[in-house]
T-cell receptor, first 115, second 112 residues
Framework: EPEVTQTPSHQVTQMGQEVILRCVPI?????FYWYRQILGQKVEFLVS????????KSEIFDDQFSVERPDGSNFTLKIRSTKLEDSAMYFC?????????????FGPGTRLTVL | GENVEQHPSTLSVQEGDSAVIKCTYS??????FPWYKQELGKRPQLIID?????GEKKDQRIAVTLNKTAKHFSLHITETQPEDSAVYFC???????????FGSGTRLQVQP
């Protein structure tokens, strides 16, 4: 069964550095998402992406965040200048879209640690 | 926006007993309610979901019920097994949005 994949599994960075988290959604899916989960807390929506543009974003997704689909398979989340509070697990998800296909499939996550 | 409350935060049951986890939501426009199971260090995995046009859905030992009037939905796990031990998250999605809003999670511990 196809799965969403993410790289790296763990990223350690210094405060103020830029990081890029990578995701490969399921191949026939049209909608892509990023969520984050701070340790011990709930999963929070960041952004959704469809047809090469952001379709929805949360208050968390401010100017330091950006997303891109640089080619036909990858979907990336860039954090421009990382802060300590950006430390979290970042999950990518995808789905086909449409009323009968709301199910979102999650990747294994990237644990981001900002020092 | 949508707000999802989930209870209890932790639940310990004996193997073979039933477990019930409850969620309430605030946005009456929400029409899709999935439940995810997350084992330690792993991805959230969908275990069951329900749409607002049905009141109950069952899949083997797992069932979900939805009360649209009261705006709450529940996960029921019967004949629990140690491998059911995990964190369970409920979520809700508004008709006009793509984002899932998650509850705070329930840590279920099934004692052998």
């Amino acid at each position: 069964e196809p799965e969403v994949t993410q790289t790296p599994s763990h990223q350690v960075t210094q405060m103020g550095q830029e990081v890029i988290l990578r995701c490969v959604p399921i191949s026939n899916h049209l909608y892509f998402y990023w969520y984050r989960q701070i340790l011990g807390q709930k999963v929070e929506f960041l952004v959704s992406f469809y047809n090469n543009e952001i379709s929805e974003k949360s208050e968390i997704f401010d100017d330091q965040f950006s997303v891109e689909r640089p080619d036909g398979s990858n979907f990336t989340l860039k954090i421009r200048s990382t802060k300590l509070e950006d430390s979290a697990m970042y999950f990518c998800a995808s789905n086909q879209g449409g009323l009968s296909t709301d199910t979102q499939y999650f990747g294994p996550g990237t644990r981001l640690t900002v020092l | 926006g949508e707000n999802v409350e989930q209870h209890p935060s932790t639940l310990s049951v004996q193997e073979g007993d039933s477990a019930v986890i409850k969620c309430t939501y605030s946005d009456s426009a929400s029409n899709y309610f999935p439940w995810y199971k997350q084992e330690l260090g792993k991805r959230p995995q969908l275990i069951i979901d329900i749409r607002s046009n049905v009141g109950e859905k069952k899949d083997q030992r797992i069932a979900v019920t939805l009360n649209k009037t009261a705006k709450h939905f529940s996960l029921h796990i019967t004949e629990t097994q140690p491998e059911d031990s995990a964190v369970y998250f409920c979520a809700a999605k508004d008709t006009g949005r793509r984002a899932l809003t998650f509850g705070s999670g329930t840590r279920l511990q099934v004692q052998p």
